[in-house]
């Protein structure tokens, strides 16, 4: 359990300050104190409603680090009547959760109060520790807070979320970091009231880019960048050299087994089927950038080029294969060079979607349908009694006549599965198909 979590820590100036960080002295205390997630706490949305009524009842928090999660949880914290236990996912166990839900107990027998319980990053929580939590949340003498960087519907319980309301908080947008960082210079008690400081604009510009939507993370630079910067006349001054110093490379809020990682790796299929060669390297670089392996953008890579591109430009999954080969073989950072060529081709050649839907229509008809008998005449006649069994009698072989065809049936009439599109190359096979089409019709074939 983390009982000091919602703990409210003074601080005087920078010399001699208290140890706790800048991000938790300056933490929201009220509601008006979070910036920006208008869309679930602006005047008259539900959740803002509910906190001020202190009507909270079961919700699950989902959003990146440093979108204010766990400052939500402390307002609610601050403000409600009823109890409020806090507990770490990553820290506490079954143990833990009994330890809580008694204290729950004895504060409803005593006074009919319900108790509030914080699970800070409860994707953390095995099922067993989540199902220990569901029997007290359904009789309502627990009212849970959930807060999770992880999509819920895949990491909590579904008795769980069936129980809660689920409320996404977005990345906080550059401007609003750069409010977090100057309300942080001037926050009575706990910020640096006593301290001469000057903030660049564009210094507080860059710490917001390069923190990638995360509060806490701009905060923990620019605490960084105060406490290293010698006074120069009684004033710290941070300047954009200093600034970049403090927070040096940008955050990649990535997790390659969470929404980020598919989310990214969506984008970059969706923008080559779009045939938007720069938003395509763009999420490839993010997945570069983020950690992804050669294989696994290569393997998108060579799925589009016959999902998305297929007989349109068949040398799409040739490129896209030798891409894959040649990217396992060097790997990066060469293997960047060898991606983006392969990704930008898929990009830029013509879109046939044509053999993705021929072979999903043909496996529907084997799975759902009545099973075809395969005509005699193109039966295997290779085996020894074949001929005796008449099998493979009456064949045609289609290099005996001219052009290399003849009408012959096949067992399924054409164009049923295969429609190619008016693309690339697939528009020269359109024709070819209708003038055998027409050839079958004028034989009888």
């Not at 914080?118 to 309502?140: K, M, T």
């Not at 309301?165 to 750069?178: A, D, N, R, V, W």
């Not at 429609?419 to 209708?434: S, T, Y």
Request: overall charge neutral.
């Amino acid at each position: 359990m983390t009982p000091d979590l919602f703990e409210d820590s003074g601080a005087g100036p920078i010399p001699g300050r208290q140890d706790a960080p800048l991000a938790r002295r300056v933490a929201p205390r009220c509601i008006d104190d979070i910036v920006g997630q208008d869309h679930i706490l602006g005047k008259g949305k539900l959740l803002r409603r509910a906190i001020e009524a202190d009507r909270i009842t079961s919700l699950v928090l989902y959003g990146p680090p440093g979108c204010g999660k766990t400052a939500l949880a402390r307002v609610i914290a601050i403000s409600t009547k009823a109890g409020f236990e806090a507990l770490n996912a990553v820290l506490s166990g079954v143990a833990d959760i009994r330890a809580v839900i008694k204290k729950a107990d004895e504060r409803y027998a005593v006074n009919k109060r319900q108790t509030i319980v914080f699970v800070d990053e409860i994707h953390r929580f095995n099922r067993a520790q989540q199902d220990a939590l569901l029997p007290h949340v359904e009789n309502g003498r627990v009212v849970m807070i959930g807060a999770t960087t992880e999509n819920p519907y895949f990491s909590v319980v579904a008795p769980l979320l069936s129980r809660s309301q689920i409320f996404e908080l977005k990345p906080l947008e550059e401007g609003h970091l750069c409010d977090v960082l100057f309300r942080a210079l001037t926050h009575p008690k706990r910020g640096f009231p006593e301290t001469d400081i000057l903030l660049d604009e564009v210094a507080a510009a860059y710490i917001a880019r390069y923190s990638e939507g995360d509060a806490r993370r701009a905060i923990n630079a620019l605490e960084i960048a105060l406490l290293t910067t010698p006074q120069d006349g009684g004033v710290i001054h941070v300047t954009q050299e200093i600034a970049a110093e403090s927070i040096q490379r940008k955050l990649l809020h990535y997790d390659r087994t969470g929404d980020e990682h598919y989310d990214a790796a969506s984008a970059f299929i969706k923008s080559m089927r779009g045939s938007h060669p720069d938003a395509a390297l763009y999420w490839m670089a993010r997945m570069i950038e983020a950690g992804e392996t050669p294989r696994f953008i290569a393997r998108r890579i060579c799925i589009a080029a016959s999902e998305d591109v297929g007989n349109a430009d068949p040398m799409a999954l040739v490129v896209a294969n030798a891409a894959f080969q040649a990217a396992e073989f060097v790997g990066f950072p060469e293997a960047r060079i060898i991606l983006a060529q392969a990704a930008l081709h898929i990009a830029c050649a013509p879109k046939s979607n044509a053999s993705y839907l021929a072979i999903d229509k043909a496996l529907a008809d084997v799975r759902e349908k009545k099973s075809l008998p395969v005509p005699d005449h193109l039966k295997d006649a290779s085996y020894r009694g074949a001929k005796a069994l008449q099998r493979g009698e009456g064949y045609l072989y289609a290099h005996d006549f001219e052009d290399g065809y003849v009408s012959q049936a096949y067992g399924v009439e054409r164009g049923v599965y295969y429609q190619p599109k008016a693309a690339g190359q697939e528009k020269k096979l359109q024709e070819r198909l209708d003038t055998l089409a027409r050839r079958d019709k004028e034989t009888g074939g």
